[in-house]
Protein backbone atom coordinates (compact mmCIF):
# COMPACT_ATOMS: atom_id res chain seq x y z
CA UNK A 1 0.00 0.00 0.00
CA UNK A 2 1.26 3.49 -1.13
CA UNK A 3 1.61 5.48 1.51
CA UNK A 4 1.99 9.12 -1.19
CA UNK A 5 -1.98 8.77 -1.76
CA UNK A 6 -3.65 12.12 -2.45
CA UNK A 7 -3.93 14.75 0.40
CA UNK A 8 -6.07 12.98 3.13
CA UNK A 9 -8.99 14.92 5.15
CA UNK A 10 -8.94 12.22 8.01
CA UNK A 11 -8.24 15.40 9.97
CA UNK A 12 -11.63 16.35 9.10
CA UNK A 13 -13.78 13.72 9.54
CA UNK A 14 -16.15 12.52 12.21
CA UNK A 15 -16.30 9.29 13.97
CA UNK A 16 -19.31 7.46 12.50
CA UNK A 17 -19.09 5.16 16.56
CA UNK A 18 -19.51 8.52 18.56
CA UNK A 19 -21.88 8.23 21.38
CA UNK A 20 -24.13 10.70 22.15
CA UNK A 21 -22.73 11.37 25.24
CA UNK A 22 -19.43 11.80 23.49
CA UNK A 23 -20.96 14.10 20.75
CA UNK A 24 -22.90 16.53 23.68
CA UNK A 25 -19.48 16.87 24.87
CA UNK A 26 -17.44 18.11 21.49
CA UNK A 27 -20.66 20.26 21.30
CA UNK A 28 -19.99 21.53 24.56
CA UNK A 29 -15.94 22.44 24.04
CA UNK A 30 -17.01 24.27 20.56
CA UNK A 31 -19.41 26.70 23.11
CA UNK A 32 -16.49 27.15 25.10
CA UNK A 33 -14.24 27.79 22.31
CA UNK A 34 -16.53 29.95 20.74
CA UNK A 35 -15.64 31.66 17.03
CA UNK A 36 -12.14 31.10 15.26
CA UNK A 37 -10.14 31.63 12.32
CA UNK A 38 -11.07 29.69 9.60
CA UNK A 39 -7.44 27.18 10.18
CA UNK A 40 -7.80 26.98 13.77
CA UNK A 41 -11.81 25.80 12.92
CA UNK A 42 -11.27 23.53 10.59
CA UNK A 43 -8.31 21.65 12.86
CA UNK A 44 -11.06 21.90 15.06
CA UNK A 45 -13.06 18.83 14.04
CA UNK A 46 -15.14 16.27 15.89
CA UNK A 47 -12.14 13.85 15.13
CA UNK A 48 -9.65 16.23 16.69
CA UNK A 49 -11.65 17.41 19.97
CA UNK A 50 -12.37 14.07 20.37
CA UNK A 51 -8.48 13.05 20.50
CA UNK A 52 -7.89 15.69 23.54
CA UNK A 53 -11.35 14.49 24.97
CA UNK A 54 -9.71 10.92 24.91
CA UNK A 55 -6.01 12.46 25.90
CA UNK A 56 -7.99 13.76 29.32
CA UNK A 57 -10.19 10.72 29.98
CA UNK A 58 -13.34 12.82 28.24
CA UNK A 59 -13.17 15.62 31.08
CA UNK A 60 -14.34 18.58 29.17
CA UNK A 61 -12.62 21.52 31.14
CA UNK A 62 -8.86 20.09 30.77
CA UNK A 63 -9.58 18.82 27.48
CA UNK A 64 -11.48 22.27 26.67
CA UNK A 65 -7.74 24.10 28.54
CA UNK A 66 -5.47 21.63 26.25
CA UNK A 67 -7.08 22.60 23.12
CA UNK A 68 -6.66 26.23 23.77
CA UNK A 69 -3.02 25.54 24.69
CA UNK A 70 -2.37 23.77 21.12
CA UNK A 71 -4.85 26.67 19.43
CA UNK A 72 -2.69 29.23 20.47
CA UNK A 73 0.21 27.30 19.80
CA UNK A 74 -0.51 26.52 16.35
CA UNK A 75 -1.34 30.45 16.26
CA UNK A 76 1.78 31.07 16.79
CA UNK A 77 4.71 28.29 16.04
CA UNK A 78 2.67 28.13 12.86
CA UNK A 79 3.29 24.10 12.18
CA UNK A 80 1.74 24.09 8.79
CA UNK A 81 3.79 26.83 7.38
CA UNK A 82 7.21 25.05 7.74
CA UNK A 83 8.27 23.78 4.34
CA UNK A 84 11.08 21.59 3.71
CA UNK A 85 13.58 23.82 2.42
CA UNK A 86 13.36 25.59 5.97
CA UNK A 87 14.51 21.95 7.82
CA UNK A 88 16.24 20.46 4.96
CA UNK A 89 19.56 20.58 7.00
CA UNK A 90 18.20 18.72 9.76
CA UNK A 91 17.01 16.23 7.63
CA UNK A 92 20.17 15.51 5.33
CA UNK A 93 20.83 11.81 8.09
CA UNK A 94 17.64 10.45 7.72
CA UNK A 95 17.50 10.72 12.00
CA UNK A 96 13.14 10.69 11.24
CA UNK A 97 12.04 10.36 7.79
CA UNK A 98 7.82 9.00 6.66
CA UNK A 99 8.40 5.78 4.99
CA UNK A 100 7.05 5.11 1.40
CA UNK A 101 4.64 2.60 2.68
CA UNK A 102 2.02 2.17 5.53
CA UNK A 103 1.25 -1.06 8.42
CA UNK A 104 -1.64 -3.28 7.86
CA UNK A 105 -4.05 -0.84 9.22
CA UNK A 106 -2.95 1.88 6.59
CA UNK A 107 -1.35 3.84 9.35
CA UNK A 108 1.61 6.34 8.36
CA UNK A 109 4.97 4.91 9.37
CA UNK A 110 7.70 7.72 10.83
CA UNK A 111 11.23 6.50 11.21
CA UNK A 112 13.25 7.56 13.67
CA UNK A 113 17.40 6.83 14.08
CA UNK A 114 18.67 8.71 17.12
CA UNK A 115 21.74 7.01 16.39
CA UNK A 116 21.80 9.68 13.24
CA UNK A 117 21.43 12.83 14.94
CA UNK A 118 23.29 15.69 13.25
CA UNK A 119 22.44 18.36 14.98
CA UNK A 120 23.05 20.56 18.53
CA UNK A 121 20.16 23.30 17.75
CA UNK A 122 17.17 22.26 19.89
CA UNK A 123 15.16 24.69 17.73
CA UNK A 124 15.92 23.10 14.58
CA UNK A 125 15.59 19.67 15.87
CA UNK A 126 12.02 20.46 17.36
CA UNK A 127 11.22 22.45 14.17
CA UNK A 128 12.09 19.29 12.21
CA UNK A 129 9.84 17.11 14.51
CA UNK A 130 6.93 19.52 14.05
CA UNK A 131 7.39 19.25 10.51
CA UNK A 132 7.39 15.31 10.52
CA UNK A 133 4.24 14.72 12.52
CA UNK A 134 2.39 17.62 10.50
CA UNK A 135 3.35 15.56 7.44
CA UNK A 136 2.28 12.80 8.73
CA UNK A 137 -0.99 13.30 9.78
CA UNK A 138 -1.66 14.65 5.77
CA UNK A 139 -0.78 11.59 4.54
CA UNK A 140 -3.25 9.23 6.96
CA UNK A 141 -5.80 7.86 4.66
CA UNK A 142 -9.45 8.83 5.72
CA UNK A 143 -10.59 7.89 9.23
CA UNK A 144 -7.78 6.95 10.22
CA UNK A 145 -5.43 9.07 13.10
CA UNK A 146 -2.67 7.04 13.82
CA UNK A 147 1.03 6.48 12.89
CA UNK A 148 3.65 4.37 14.05
CA UNK A 149 6.95 4.95 14.76
CA UNK A 150 9.41 2.74 14.14
CA UNK A 151 12.77 3.74 16.57
CA UNK A 152 16.10 2.13 15.06
CA UNK A 153 18.85 2.00 17.97
CA UNK A 154 21.40 0.98 15.88
CA UNK A 155 24.66 3.49 16.36
CA UNK A 156 22.98 5.09 19.62
CA UNK A 157 25.18 6.37 22.58
CA UNK A 158 25.32 9.04 25.29
CA UNK A 159 26.42 11.16 22.91
CA UNK A 160 23.28 11.58 20.81
CA UNK A 161 21.21 12.68 23.11
CA UNK A 162 20.34 16.17 24.60
CA UNK A 163 18.47 16.91 28.11
CA UNK A 164 16.75 20.10 26.45
CA UNK A 165 15.76 18.43 23.61
CA UNK A 166 14.31 15.77 25.43
CA UNK A 167 12.04 17.49 27.16
CA UNK A 168 10.89 19.59 23.87
CA UNK A 169 10.26 16.51 22.09
CA UNK A 170 8.09 15.41 25.26
CA UNK A 171 6.31 18.35 25.75
CA UNK A 172 5.50 18.73 22.01
CA UNK A 173 4.18 15.26 21.17
CA UNK A 174 2.31 15.27 24.41
CA UNK A 175 0.30 18.52 24.15
CA UNK A 176 0.03 19.03 20.66
CA UNK A 177 -0.30 15.54 18.88
CA UNK A 178 -2.81 13.50 21.36
CA UNK A 179 -3.85 10.48 20.58
CA UNK A 180 -1.68 9.86 17.39
CA UNK A 181 0.34 7.03 18.24
CA UNK A 182 -0.71 3.89 17.19
CA UNK A 183 2.49 1.70 18.16
CA UNK A 184 6.11 2.67 18.53
CA UNK A 185 8.34 -0.35 17.90
CA UNK A 186 11.42 -0.04 20.29
CA UNK A 187 14.18 -2.16 17.62
CA UNK A 188 17.11 -3.79 19.13
CA UNK A 189 17.32 -1.19 22.34
CA UNK A 190 20.60 -1.03 23.66
CA UNK A 191 21.20 -2.58 27.21
CA UNK A 192 21.37 0.85 28.83
CA UNK A 193 17.66 2.00 27.87
CA UNK A 194 16.09 -1.11 29.74
CA UNK A 195 16.40 -0.08 33.53
CA UNK A 196 15.85 3.05 32.13
CA UNK A 197 12.49 1.77 30.96
CA UNK A 198 11.88 -0.01 33.95
CA UNK A 199 11.64 3.01 35.83
CA UNK A 200 9.70 5.22 33.70
CA UNK A 201 6.50 2.81 32.67
CA UNK A 202 4.67 2.87 35.92
CA UNK A 203 4.28 6.68 35.38
CA UNK A 204 3.00 6.30 31.84
CA UNK A 205 -0.56 6.02 31.44
CA UNK A 206 -1.50 2.08 30.55
CA UNK A 207 -2.50 2.82 27.43
CA UNK A 208 0.42 4.59 26.15
CA UNK A 209 2.58 1.88 27.51
CA UNK A 210 0.65 -1.01 25.76
CA UNK A 211 1.78 0.39 22.41
CA UNK A 212 4.97 0.64 23.51
CA UNK A 213 6.75 -2.81 21.86
CA UNK A 214 10.27 -4.20 22.18
CA UNK A 215 11.35 -5.68 19.28
CA UNK A 216 14.69 -7.70 18.98
CA UNK A 217 16.14 -9.23 15.69
CA UNK A 218 17.80 -12.29 17.41
CA UNK A 219 14.11 -13.09 19.20
CA UNK A 220 11.80 -14.51 16.58
CA UNK A 221 8.83 -14.30 19.12
CA UNK A 222 9.28 -10.58 19.21
CA UNK A 223 10.20 -10.53 15.65
CA UNK A 224 6.20 -11.77 15.07
CA UNK A 225 5.32 -8.38 15.63
CA UNK A 226 6.88 -6.79 12.62
CA UNK A 227 5.52 -9.72 10.43
CA UNK A 228 1.87 -8.99 11.62
CA UNK A 229 2.23 -5.18 11.84
CA UNK A 230 3.86 -4.90 8.15
CA UNK A 231 4.31 -6.31 4.50
CA UNK A 232 7.95 -7.56 5.18
CA UNK A 233 8.44 -7.05 1.44
CA UNK A 234 8.07 -3.59 1.98
CA UNK A 235 9.89 -3.05 5.75
CA UNK A 236 13.23 -2.33 5.30
CA UNK A 237 15.99 -4.74 6.24
CA UNK A 238 16.93 -2.38 9.21
CA UNK A 239 13.88 -3.62 10.52
CA UNK A 240 13.97 -7.43 9.44
CA UNK A 241 12.27 -6.80 6.11
CA UNK A 242 13.28 -7.63 2.87
CA UNK A 243 13.58 -3.91 1.38
CA UNK A 244 17.05 -3.09 1.16
CA UNK A 245 16.89 0.32 -0.24
CA UNK A 246 18.89 3.15 2.24
CA UNK A 247 17.38 6.70 2.78
CA UNK A 248 18.35 8.71 0.11
CA UNK A 249 18.31 12.33 1.03
CA UNK A 250 17.37 13.69 -2.84
CA UNK A 251 15.01 10.70 -3.53
CA UNK A 252 13.40 12.07 0.35
CA UNK A 253 13.31 15.65 -0.56
CA UNK A 254 11.66 15.16 -4.16
CA UNK A 255 8.78 13.74 -1.97
CA UNK A 256 8.57 16.08 0.71
CA UNK A 257 8.41 18.80 -1.68
CA UNK A 258 5.30 16.97 -3.05
CA UNK A 259 4.04 16.70 0.17
CA UNK A 260 4.55 20.63 0.69
CA UNK A 261 1.96 21.41 -1.91
CA UNK A 262 -0.79 19.57 -0.06
CA UNK A 263 0.23 21.28 2.93
CA UNK A 264 -2.37 24.70 1.65
CA UNK A 265 -5.11 22.22 0.23
CA UNK A 266 -5.82 20.36 3.34
CA UNK A 267 -6.19 23.97 5.68
CA UNK A 268 -9.00 25.08 2.88
CA UNK A 269 -12.69 24.96 3.95
CA UNK A 270 -13.41 22.37 1.16
CA UNK A 271 -11.06 19.72 3.46
CA UNK A 272 -13.90 20.66 6.23
CA UNK A 273 -17.12 20.14 4.69
CA UNK A 274 -17.71 17.11 7.83
CA UNK A 275 -17.20 19.48 10.70
CA UNK A 276 -20.43 20.79 11.16
CA UNK A 277 -21.70 23.56 13.61
CA UNK A 278 -18.23 25.17 13.86
CA UNK A 279 -18.63 28.89 13.66
CA UNK A 280 -15.66 30.73 11.88
CA UNK A 281 -14.33 34.37 11.64
CA UNK A 282 -12.45 35.11 8.53
CA UNK A 283 -9.58 36.67 9.98
CA UNK A 284 -7.20 35.36 13.03
CA UNK A 285 -7.47 39.16 14.53
CA UNK A 286 -10.33 37.41 16.82
CA UNK A 287 -8.11 34.92 18.06
CA UNK A 288 -5.72 37.21 20.00
CA UNK A 289 -3.11 33.96 21.31
CA UNK A 290 -1.85 36.00 24.25
CA UNK A 291 -5.60 36.43 25.65
CA UNK A 292 -6.84 32.53 24.89
CA UNK A 293 -8.50 32.00 28.32
CA UNK A 294 -7.44 28.51 29.58
CA UNK A 295 -10.02 27.45 31.87
CA UNK A 296 -13.28 26.17 30.71
CA UNK A 297 -15.77 27.81 33.62
CA UNK A 298 -14.79 31.50 31.50
CA UNK A 299 -12.02 32.37 34.22
CA UNK A 300 -9.09 35.12 33.56
CA UNK A 301 -6.38 32.81 33.81
CA UNK A 302 -4.07 32.82 30.59
CA UNK A 303 -1.58 30.72 28.60
CA UNK A 304 1.89 30.89 29.66
CA UNK A 305 4.73 31.32 27.43
CA UNK A 306 5.11 27.42 26.33
CA UNK A 307 8.22 25.83 26.27
CA UNK A 308 11.60 27.32 25.68
CA UNK A 309 11.42 25.70 21.99
CA UNK A 310 10.54 29.00 20.30
CA UNK A 311 14.08 30.26 21.04
CA UNK A 312 17.04 29.04 19.70
CA UNK A 313 19.55 26.49 21.54
CA UNK A 314 22.40 25.55 20.97
CA UNK A 315 23.54 22.62 23.44
CA UNK A 316 26.66 20.62 23.61
CA UNK A 317 25.73 16.87 23.92
CA UNK A 318 26.12 15.55 27.50
CA UNK A 319 28.48 12.33 27.62
CA UNK A 320 29.90 11.70 31.16
CA UNK A 321 27.57 12.54 34.11
CA UNK A 322 24.35 11.22 35.30
CA UNK A 323 21.66 13.77 33.67
CA UNK A 324 23.03 12.79 30.55
CA UNK A 325 22.60 9.09 31.31
CA UNK A 326 19.30 9.65 32.54
CA UNK A 327 18.24 11.94 29.25
CA UNK A 328 20.04 9.08 26.64
CA UNK A 329 17.34 6.85 26.59
CA UNK A 330 15.07 9.41 27.61
CA UNK A 331 14.65 10.54 24.27
CA UNK A 332 12.86 7.61 22.80
CA UNK A 333 10.66 7.57 25.61
CA UNK A 334 9.65 11.05 24.97
CA UNK A 335 8.45 10.01 21.60
CA UNK A 336 6.35 7.38 22.83
CA UNK A 337 4.82 9.08 26.03
CA UNK A 338 2.21 10.49 23.58
CA UNK A 339 -1.40 9.31 25.35
Not at 79 to 92: L, N, Q, T, Y
Not at 121 to 131: D, N, T
Not at 137 to 165: T, Y
Not at 228 to 257: C, H, P, V, W
Amino acid sequence: MSADSKVSTSNCCDNPLMSEGQQEKINEIRRLLGPLPEKLSIYCSDATISRYLRARNWNVKKATKMIKETLRWRSEYKPEAIRWDEIASEAETGKIYRSNYADKHGRTVLVMRPGCQNSKSVKGQIRYLVYCMENAVINLPRHQEEMDWLIDFKGCSLSNFSIKATRETAHVLQEHYPERLGVAILYNPPKFFEPFWTVVKPFLEPKTADKVKFVYSDDPKSMKIMDNLFDMDQLESTFGGKNKADFDINKYAERMREDDKKMPLFWVTGNASEVPHQPSVTTAASLDPAKLELDSDGSNEKVEKSSSYEGDAEENYPDDNLAAKSSSSSIAVAEVKVV
